[in-house]
């Protein structure tokens, strides 16, 4: 354990963090801030979908889905664990600063993501049973030859992370969280999602989309409203933490006495680390479902430049911010940290509301990676998708029964790995293809 400890520090203190934030100014300055001046019209297109709720896939493919569909069901894999644990963990390692840093990633990653979606599109292979159709191997085999190898890289990380960061890590907590408020077994715990996870995945991706679709929207709206009254009934509170949030991004925060606290660059890394665990942006998974159709091509991307904003900057900042004014920060980490947050707020019903959402944040999440998983499996010339389903299963099963510490360390060298593979070719890409982009998109 102390190995992946090591090496997960080394690779983000600091030089990753930075090289994040590079790779997302030079898309965003490059690509003339299209994925911010697309919002309004994502925020119509999902006012336009909700008016026509019962808008189903179109029948063409079992891959095809519509595009409001192909954005709730990227929401549903962005807004997990992360949301709930992984903000509680950046608050308590990195202090209040490192809060306006996950906004920070976010940002940056609409661009990321609107580039990486306008690319799998741009250059798909007509085919709807390609394993290249709806993937970023479809434009990073548009390398040049000497570094197509890089496709097959990212299927592989890609695959690898679809098993450890988005099932290990969700599993693992909603386990732990389970345990210290009801005192479940963790064998019960496994058992029960394994039983759900294999009822949803083995029906494929067209269970797995309607699944997360007749589900997400609610839980969302459930977490930002109850999350919305807390911090209203007190507006005081919420403001001073906010302005907390911008003072420590860039100063030390003291603890009591002044003998510890959080240095700048440690709200910069754990910020930075931990938005990107939560919405995914730059890692490539953006394609998967957002690029999954041949309509309106301007609006899948902006679509999928709206989800890191929603994600982040909306769900994340109310679990951050919560947790600044009712939980002990300096102490509690993790999950227990936001449910005793909540807790403190509303009582045994926010405790229970949190443990809820987080089992149902965590499904959603693992569902939606097992296709991840899979389509990279098929991409390199895996045939038996069945077999990869239960192994999926399995490891879902697997693990509750892990440590905390090795499963998050694991989550952290496969992001840095994945970003490592895929952020120098994205811009590459998409300086290269720059003109075709913004034509399009304006």
């Known amino acids: 354990m102390r190995a992946f400890d090591i090496l997960a520090t080394w690779i983000w203190n600091p030089w990753l963090v930075f090289f994040y934030i590079q790779i997302g100014l030079l898309l965003t300055f490059s690509t003339s801030f299209v994925a911010w001046r697309l919002i309004r019209k994502a925020v119509h297109s999902l006012v336009q979908s909700w008016k026509d709720r019962r808008s189903k896939s179109s029948p063409q493919s079992y891959r095809h889905i519509s595009q409001s569909r192909a954005f709730i069901t990227a929401l549903s894999a962005s807004v997990g664990v992360g949301n709930i644990a992984g903000v509680s963990t950046a608050i308590h390692l ?38 290249r159709f709806a993937t970023p191997m479809a434009y990073l085999e548009r390398l040049s030859p000497d570094w197509r190898w890089v496709a097959k890289l990212v299927a592989v990380l890609i695959l690898v992370k679809g098993f450890v960061t988005a099932n290990l890590i969700q599993s693992n907590s909603v386990a732990h969280a389970f345990q210290n408020e009801f005192g479940g077994s963790h064998v019960i715990v496994a058992t029960l999602m394994a039983l759900v996870v294999a009822t949803i995945v083995l029906g494929g991706m067209r269970r797995i989309v309607d699944f997360s679709v007749s589900i997400t929207p609610f839980i969302i709206i459930l977490y930002m409203l109850v999350g919305l009254f807390i911090l209203f009934s007190d507006p005081e509170e919420t403001l001073f933490q906010l302005r907390q949030v911008f003072q420590y991004a860039f100063t030390p925060y003291s603890v009591i006495g002044g003998v510890a606290g959080y240095t700048v660059l440690q709200s910069l890394q754990f910020g930075i680390s931990r938005g990107i665990f939560s919405h995914g942006s730059g890692l490539g998974v953006e ?3 957002q690029a999954a159709n041949d309509g309106d091509l301007k609006q899948a991307v902006s679509l999928a430049a709206l989800v890191p904003l929603v994600d982040t900057l909306i769900v994340c900042s109310i679990t951050g911010l919560i947790v600044l004014s009712y939980g002990d920060w300096s102490q509690i980490n993790g999950a227990f940290l936001t449910v005793s947050a909540y807790d403190a707020a509303i009582g045994s019903f926010g405790r229970n509301m949190i443990v809820l959402l987080l089992i149902l944040f965590a499904l959603t999440t693992i569902i939606n990676w097992s296709y991840y998983a899979e389509r990279c499996f098929e991409y390199l010339g895996g045939e038996k998708r069945q077999l990869l389903r239960w192994l999926f299963i399995t490891v879902t099963f697997i693990g509750p029964f892990l440590s905390v510490k090795i499963v998050w360390y694991l989550a952290d060298i496969l992001i840095a790995l994945l970003l490592i593979s895929h952020l120098l070719p994205l ?16």
Do not use: C, N
């Open 94 to 131: 990195g202090g209040p600063g490192a809060l306006f840093w996950m906004w920070v990633s976010a940002l940056l990653g609409m661009s990321l993501r609107m580039a990486s979606v306008w690319l799998a599109m741009h250059f798909r292979d007509e085919t709807l049973g390609t394993p």
């Open 427 to 442: 811009l590459y890409l998409t300086l290269r293809y720059r003109f075709s982009m913004l034509k399009q998109l304006y």
């Open 287 to 289: 394609p998967f479902i």
